[in-house]
């Protein structure tokens, strides 16, 4: 092997083995559920990030067995995004609940859940 070929192959390594590790972190400690990470957060800068949502629903739709005991007052929406990428909350589902104020709809509760959870 030609020290070029070799220069590359470790080049490529090295990062390869970084996400590898990454990815086998991820699946044994890191939480396969994610509440409250997009709390503030706007409509705008979720549709930037994940793209356009799978559905748009007006009121506060449950997911699973969680009732909130008090909601915002104002006009609440639900959105469930499908984020795509390599990284969470990438894959999965995303669900967001946001409140409209001053004209703006505004994150108040968010879960992300990864592939295989149920509830």
């Known amino acids: 092997m030609t020290r070029l070929r070799r ?3 470790a080049g490529l390594g090295v990062p390869l ?3 590898a590790g990454w990815l086998y ?3 044994h400690y890191d ?3 994610r509440n409250n990470t997009f709390v503030g957060g706007t409509e705008s800068q979720l549709r ?3 793209g356009e949502p799978v559905t748009e629903g007006t009121g506060y739709r449950v997911l699973g067995y969680h009732v909130p005991l008090a909601l915002p007052t104002g006009r609440i929406r639900t959105v469930v995004f499908y984020p795509r990428g390599w990284f969470p909350p990438e894959g999965g589902t995303l669900w967001v609940w946001l409140v409209e104020h001053d004209g703006e709809w505004i994150c108040f509760e968010s879960c ?3 592939a295989g959870v149920t509830f």
Request: no cysteine.
């Open 7 to 9: 220069g590359v192959a």
């Open 17 to 19: 083995l970084a996400y």
């Open 25 to 27: 972190y991820a699946s």
């Open 31 to 33: 939480p396969a559920i």
């Open 48 to 50: 930037e990030r994940f």
């Open 112 to 114: 992300w859940f990864g």
